[in-house]
Each structure stands twice: as C-alpha cells, then as structure tokens.
C-alpha cells in the first residue's frame, strides 16, 4: 500500500488556542486567562478551566465561523516552518484533515499552509475522521485529540498523538513530544519504500 500520510491542523502546527484566547478577551472585555497565556488543561477550558459563561463560548465560536479569516491568520507553532517544508520535500501524498467550521475553511486553510511552508495542500473538512482516513486510505495518521486518535487508530491506521498538556489521555496509540519524531518516522518508510524498489 503506497504512504498516504494524514495530519490534523489545529494543535499540531496551528496554535488556535493563543488566537481563540485573544478574541475571547477582546470580545468579552474580559481576560481570565491572563499574560503570558497560561497551559490549557482542558478541551472546553474557557468555560471549565477558565469560568466564563457558555453564553460567552458562543458569541466568540459565532465570530468565527461568520467571519472569513480566523483559520487563515492563525500563528504557527514554532518548528512548523521547517515541519511543513520538510514534509513538502519528502513527495509522498499528505492530506489535512481538520474539523474547523465557517466560511470559505477549506481555501483558509490552504492559504495558511501555503504561507508557513507547505505549497499545494490537499484539504478535507471532516469531523469523522475514523471514517475519511478509510475512505481515503490513510496510512499513517498524527492528531492531539484522543477520540480521533482512538477512532483512526481502529480503523487499522498507523496513529500518534502528538502531547500537550490538555490531551494527557492514554490514548493506546504512540504520544510524540516533537514533529521531528514524526518527520523520523515517515522519512524511514520513504527509505524503506526506496530501497524496496517502489
């Protein structure tokens, strides 16, 4: 089966959580979170970790999906540069797998993984990812959420988990502290595909 590489967006090379505090607070007028922004502990935590209402996780989630740049203006992580352009060099098939919502997410998306290294990207909009890594036949898998390492992992995929602080589940698929660990490994089946004459 040739190397089909799967890979969430949100917590693995785009920091949403630095950009959805930012406009929870300037939304609100209130900040909870504090500077510099701290740990996130949890997946809900502007309403868990942090107390605000859900009245006001809504108005926040309602901007962005009404608006058409939150996903493109994201920061990057630091290492996702050199992640993505290295990832873009080895020339096996990658598709972004990502569950945003709102206008325009696919061509957002695109956009800022044209602008932080990785040129042509394939794209899915998917909230099953368990049931699009088969259908499309994914290989080898990398998300920081349990339920979609769990789910992709039983469909037979190679899977990692790359660990935050808010993902401390055991998730029984390999955790990664760094890309670089994941570039390892795929870099390895590149070799091993090469010098098996593929």
């Not at 990057?76 to 080895?90: C, I, N, V």
């Not at 972004?96 to 061509?107: A, E, L, P, W, Y």
């Not at 039983?154 to 589940?169: D, F, I, K």
Request: charged content about 20%; glycine content about 10%; overall charge negative.
């Amino acid at each position: 089966m040739a190397l089909h590489v799967g890979i969430d967006v949100d917590g693995i090379v785009a920091d949403f959580n630095t950009a959805f505090m930012d406009l929870f607070v300037k939304l609100t007028g209130e900040d909870r979170f504090g500077t510099p922004r701290p740990d996130i502990t949890c997946w809900n935590y502007s309403t868990e970790q942090f107390g605000y209402t859900k009245e006001q996780d809504r108005t926040v989630w309602q901007a962005i999906i009404r608006g058409d740049s939150f996903w493109r203006d994201l920061p990057p992580y630091k290492g996702t540069l050199e992640f993505l352009t290295t990832l873009s060099a080895m020339g096996v098939r990658v598709t972004f797998i990502t569950s945003r919502v709102g206008q325009n997410v696919v061509g957002q998306t695109r956009d800022w993984l044209t602008a932080n290294g990785y040129p042509y990207p394939e794209v899915i909009i998917s909230s099953n990812k368990g049931d699009t890594c088969r259908r499309i036949g994914v290989t080898h898998y990398l998300d920081d959420k349990n339920e979609n390492c769990t789910d992709v992992a039983g469909r037979g995929v190679s899977t990692w988990m790359l660990a935050h602080p808010y993902n401390q589940e055991q998730p029984g698929v390999p955790r990664i502290t760094a890309l670089g660990e994941f570039l390892d490994v795929i870099a390895d089946l590149v070799q091993l595909e090469t010098s098996n004459g593929r």
